[in-house]
């Protein structure tokens, strides 16, 4: 499966930013999207997950309540809403896809381009 991460931009903190993930080629074989991150200087970070028949997410302590994960299966896209963005949000995002549930790096095989966010103070 092919995934392309797109809408990183730059934005003031307390905003709000949407990112997208589509997802081409043998997609039936990636059940779960994830959505990660990665800072400079840290390892890449498990943010959120969703499964594309379900819909079941799932979340790390430090995206809930500001990030939510979606997913339009007519579209074969996986969404990233973030709110109440702070500087230490900046960082690279990515997409992700896996064949189960996992918030491990390790058990996605298809990785997007990656998209750069950066929140202002």
């Known amino acids: 499966v092919q995934l392309q991460a797109f809408g990183g931009g730059l934005v003031q903190a307390g905003g709000s930013l949407r990112l997208s993930c589509a997802a081409s080629?043998?997609?039936?074989?990636?059940?779960?999207m994830g959505w990660f991150r990665q800072a400079p200087g840290k390892e890449r970070e498990f943010l959120a997950r969703i499964r594309w028949t379900t819909g079941r997410t799932y979340y790390a302590d430090s995206a809930k309540g500001r990030f939510t994960i979606s997913r339009d299966n007519d579209l074969n896209t996986v969404y990233l809403q973030m709110s109440s963005l702070k500087p230490d949000d900046t960082a690279v995002y990515y997409c992700?896809?896996?064949?189960?549930?996992?918030?491990?790096?390790?058990?996605?095989?298809?990785w997007g381009q990656g998209t750069q966010v950066t929140v202002s103070s």
């Open positions: 992700a896809a896996a064949s189960w549930e996992s918030s491990s790096s390790k058990d996605y095989n298809s």
């Open positions: 080629g043998r997609t039936f074989s990636s059940r779960v």
